[in-house]
């Protein structure tokens, strides 16, 4: 038997499998083009000949590919081989594929954990590296020590989704904050300012933002949104000369436009005083998501 079993051999499960393989551990690999294991088996890997193999030759199995529907390609053909075994699943998906993979790999007589992977292939192992997992608790704690060899963990709860509800979250704001660099890089672009000069400006700005944060999200928790010094009425307006500064560049709007909406909304709705976590209802509210 091996310490553990990786399926899936794109860039982020390689990266899984060499950090076992560098703390001199036996791993089994299987990916579905399997002259991706190559440069895997030349540090030590075993390669196991299909997905039935490799989830016999361990009892932990990390499964990392593109997303759901391939996981599923992959493990219903070898669903009779999943008994006893403890599937930790990190490929990125959403909470209903979560809660149907769990509910299905529990009948299929497996312990199932979710997780997700927050750092590129590179950062794997390293100290910024940090993952998240939920879903059986006693099997994760069971396996807690090897899957610390991939980073810091972190187990947000027994439900399977919560995993990807943290996931996502984390996603959404890292895409938003592409969204805006793109943005940023391309209205500079249209007066022939190379992305380069004014990217550190961007990254002083968005350092002294997130300073921010903390006390944004004590109000989003609270409910209280005290007036502040920058009110979501002067953001409103100055969203809109964004929009129409882009425009007179002839830059697409289309990523900043939804944002503008939002806070001319609040405005709109007499939220023009408060500050950005006053926002937050916009989007969502227990009957419904609104924006
Ligand atoms: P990738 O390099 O594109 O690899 C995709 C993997 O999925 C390959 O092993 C591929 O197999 C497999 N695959 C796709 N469709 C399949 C199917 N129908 N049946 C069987 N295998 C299938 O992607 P990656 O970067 O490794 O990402 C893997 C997961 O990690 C994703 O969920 C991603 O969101 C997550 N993640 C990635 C990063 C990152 O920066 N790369 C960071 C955090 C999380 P073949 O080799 O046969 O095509």
Excluded: C
Aim: proline share 5%.
């Amino acid at each position: 038997m091996s310490d553990i079993t990786i399926i899936g051999l794109g860039a982020m499960g390689s990266a899984l499998a060499s950090a076992y393989l560098a703390k001199g551990m036996e791993v089994t690999v299987w990916n579905r083009s399997a002259e991706r294991a190559a440069p895997l088996v030349a540090k030590g890997a075993r390669l196991a000949e299909n997905a039935a193999g490799a989830i016999d030759a361990s009892t932990l199995i990390l499964v990392s590919v593109l997303d759901y529907p391939a996981v599923r390609d992959i493990l219903r053909p070898a669903a009779a081989h999943l008994e006893g075994r403890t599937l930790v699943n990190v490929t990125n998906g959403t909470p209903d594929q979560a809660r149907e993979m769990a509910a299905w790999a529990q009948s299929r007589g497996a312990a199932y954990v979710d997780g997700a992977v927050m750092v590129t292939p590179e950062l794997v192992s390293g100290p910024e590296a940090f993952l998240l997992y939920s879903g059986n608790s006693a099997a994760y704690h069971r396996q807690e020590a090897t899957l610390a060899v991939l980073g810091s963990s972190t187990y947000v709860g027994e439900d399977p989704a919560l995993a990807s509800v943290y996931d996502l979250s984390l996603l959404s704001a890292m895409f938003g904050m592409f969204g805006g660099y793109l943005h940023a890089a391309a209205l500079v672009r249209s007066e022939g300012i190379p992305a380069a000069e004014v990217t550190p400006m961007i990254m002083s700005l968005l350092n002294a933002m997130i300073e921010l944060f903390p006390e944004t999200a004590r109000e989003i928790d609270s409910g209280e949104h005290p007036t502040p010094s920058s009110n979501n009425a002067m953001m409103a307006t100055a969203l809109r000369n964004v929009l129409d500064g882009s425009r007179e560049q002839r830059v697409s709007t289309a990523l900043m436009e939804p944002i503008w909406a939002l806070f001319d909304r609040a405005s709109k709705e007499g939220l023009g005083d408060r500050d950005i976590s006053a926002l937050v209802p916009l989007i969502y509210s227990p009957d419904g998501a609104r924006a």
